[in-house]
């Protein structure tokens, strides 16, 4: 069996999607506010932190393109709605762009020997998108917990 680029963007796009609707439902004035405590993320922040997770795993360490990612930074930058959709709808761009590389035989990474991120020592492409699509599944639960939270209160 085979991950094509196709099924694999759909996954990603569902993620994000699902995220955005999160968020949506937030709306601006509270999109941005930390839950339970200064600690926890805000539902902005870790649509950010998974906008650099798809570009740092798929494109830097699976297609050796160079990152300027600020991993600190995701988790305290503030983005209202407009913003956040422009932002995720750029990523997706990307995302598309760089599964079809990917597929395609992409750029050869220096990465490549060292990493595995499913159990063995699976280092294929597959393996390093189904990564990023578990990344950003784990992320879409912790914005609907955080959503859940704030609007509990």
């Given at each position: 069996?085979?991950?094509?680029?196709?099924?694999?963007?759909?996954?990603?796009?569902?993620?994000?999607?699902?995220m955005l609707a999160v968020a949506d439902?937030?709306?601006?004035?509270?999109?941005?506010?930390?839950?339970?405590?200064?600690?926890?993320?805000?539902?902005?922040?870790?649509?950010?932190?998974?906008?650099?997770?798809?570009?740092?795993?798929?494109?830097?360490?699976?297609?050796?393109?160079?990152?300027?990612?600020?991993?600190?930074?995701?988790?305290?930058?503030?983005?209202?709605?407009?913003?956040?959709?422009?932002?995720?709808?750029?990523?997706?761009?990307?995302?598309?762009?760089?599964?079809?590389?990917?597929?395609?035989?992409?750029?050869?990474?220096?990465?490549?020997?060292?990493?595995?991120?499913?159990?063995?020592?699976?280092?294929?492409?597959?393996?390093?998108?189904?990564?990023?699509?578990?990344?950003?599944?784990?992320?879409?639960?912790?914005?609907?917990?955080?959503?859940?939270?704030?609007?509990?209160?």
């Open positions: 069996m085979e991950l094509t680029p196709t099924t694999a963007s759909a996954y990603v796009h569902l993620a994000f999607d699902n439902r937030l709306g601006d004035d509270k999109v941005n506010e930390r839950p339970i405590s200064p600690q926890t993320n805000a539902v902005a922040s870790l649509i950010l932190h998974c906008c650099g997770v798809a570009e740092f795993w798929l494109g830097h360490v699976g297609l050796g393109r160079e990152s300027q990612r600020d991993r600190d930074a995701e988790f305290s930058t503030r983005a209202t709605l407009v913003e956040l959709h422009g932002i995720v709808a750029i990523a997706l761009d990307q995302v598309d762009a760089d599964l079809i590389a990917l597929d395609a035989g992409g750029a050869e990474s220096p990465f490549t020997e060292g990493r595995a991120f499913l159990t063995g020592d699976d280092r294929s492409d597959a393996s390093l998108v189904l990564h990023v699509i578990e990344e950003l599944y784990q992320h879409l639960g912790h914005c609907e917990i955080a959503a859940d939270a704030i609007l509990a209160s």
